[in-house]
């Protein structure tokens, strides 16, 4: 079982909106302005799609953006395309204990 | 070109050991927190251990006792020493460097599997 909670899919359309949650706690998600969004396709290397809640690294397409409230952040896909269809997992900056805690990952799919 | 390389999984029977290695080009693995995590096949993703640039280390729980993160700044490269393996240690090992608070740049990864 993994430390934070996402839904196990999601889906949408082309050109729709979907949003993904992961769930924590006050140890985790809520204590901390440190999530950590990551895109995966079949067979390749993780890909971080937002970091700090709502930060975009270079290159990632302005469609990803990140929120938080309390113990929930989630990741807002806009304008499905395609090549959105991956894996998602959320990450959480934990304290010096436990340090970071991992989603169990969402499968989105594109219709 | 920033790359992260991955080496040295394979096949171990269990209570085997198994050392991992990560190479680096573009960055300084001894001035970056760098991390290994793992994805068990089918799976999600498992932080294993991270160490800091200033060489102090942290383990997860499931690894600690086992599990030796370590790296060589004159090869510029990141090792995960494995030790009494177990079946449950099976999973594609990820390098990657942490900086802040988020995992930006991972390697392709390397396959461990625990088995006899």
């Known amino acids: 079982q993994s430390a934070l909670t996402q839904p196990p899919s999601a889906s949408g359309s082309p050109g729709q909106s979907v949003t993904i949650s992961c769930t924590g706690t006050s140890s985790d998600v809520g204590g901390y302005n440190y999530v950590s969004w990551y895109q995966q396709h079949p067979g390749k290397a993780p890909k971080l799609m937002i970091y700090e809640v709502s930060k975009r690294p270079s290159g990632v397409p302005d469609r990803f953006s990140g929120s938080k409230s309390g113990n929930t952040a989630s990741l807002t896909v806009s304008g499905l395309q395609a090549e959105d269809e991956a894996d998602y997992y959320c990450n959480s900056y934990a304290g010096s204990t436990t340090y970071v805690v991992f989603g169990g990952g969402t499968k989105l799919t594109v219709l | 070109e920033v790359q992260l390389v991955e080496s040295g999984g394979g096949l171990v029977q269990p209570g085997g050991s198994l050392r991992l290695s990560c190479a680096a080009s573009?960055?300084?693995?001894?001035?970056?927190?760098m991390s290994w995590v793992r994805q068990a096949p089918g799976k999600g993703l498992e932080y294993v251990s991270v160490i800091y640039s200033g060489g102090s280390t942290h383990y997860a729980d499931s690894v600690k006792g086992r599990f030796t993160i370590s790296r060589d700044n004159s090869k510029n490269t990141l090792y995960l020493q494995m030790n009494s393996l177990r079946a449950e240690d099976t999973a594609v090992y990820y390098c990657?460097?942490?900086?802040?608070?988020?995992?930006?740049?991972w390697g392709q990864g390397t396959m461990v599997t625990v088995s006899s």
């Open positions: 990657a460097r942490r900086v802040d608070f988020a995992f930006d740049i």
């Open positions: 573009g960055i300084t693995v001894s001035s970056n927190f």
